[in-house]
């Protein structure tokens, strides 16, 4: 099974502040890497696809970027809806695993 | 608009089979491209992949549980049903349904075996105990 890492496992941030989440995979992966939101007690929701493609209706603060073993979230201009759990998926190969999660809380 | 909704059982006795049904509209299962699986998030913890089943009644399955799953459809009722044998107490999540899209073209690129969930049913949460 490819494992997936993300760093950090939760940081905490301010309204209008710019974040960064990791994720790493144990293989390459190519660009075949998903980025999830989940904000508490829903279910997650596809923010980016193929490392980089936004969702459609996904606001254009989330952005991703990364190939092979190595990928970034990056939200632009913290809102705050955006404090939820981030999780990053592999769909290289099956079993399509994802990360352990980034908590995203409030400063 | 796609919706999915999943149903069965809250509580399960440990070593009962746990029987899930997702009931979907919106879209077809008999479209090329399309699947719809399952995935669960034990109360805290990350989510883990279970099953999936694509419109060609092609079936992924996990393999560390794979000797416990089931995952078949019914295109007529657009409905897929999961059952996972012996049941445990670590079993115990919520189990989502997912509406999954294999293969897009994005940045002037195609990707035949990419895929995403790009729809999610609300879930629903299954406790294992006697």
Known sequence: DIQMTQS?????????DRITITCRASQ?????????????????KLLIYAASSLQSGVPSRFSGSG???????????????????????????PPWTFGQGTKVEIK | ???LKESGPTLVKPTQTLTLTCTFS???????????GWIRQPPGKALEWLALIYWN??????????????ITKDTSKNQVVLTMTNMVPVDT?????????LGYCTGGSCYPDGQYFDYWGQGTLVTVSS
């Open chain 2, 26 to 36: 919106g879209f077809s299962l008999s479209t090329s491209g399309v699947g719809v």
């Open chain 2, 93 to 101: 999540a919520t189990y989502y349904c997912v509406h999954g899209r």
């Open chain 2, 1 to 3: 608009q796609i919706t």
């Open chain 1, 67 to 93: 190939s092979g073993t190595d990928f970034t979230l990056t939200i632009n201009s913290l809102q705050p809806e955006d404090f939820a759990t981030y999780y990053c998926q592999q769909s290289y190969s």
């Open chain 1, 28 to 44: 390459s992966i190519s660009n075949y890497l998903n980025w999830y939101q989940q904000v508490p007690r829903k279910a997650p």
């Open chain 2, 57 to 70: 009644d092609d079936k992924r399955y996990s393999p560390s549980l794979k000797s416990r799953l089931t």
């Open chain 1, 8 to 16: 950090p496992s939760s940081l905490s941030a301010s309204v209008g």
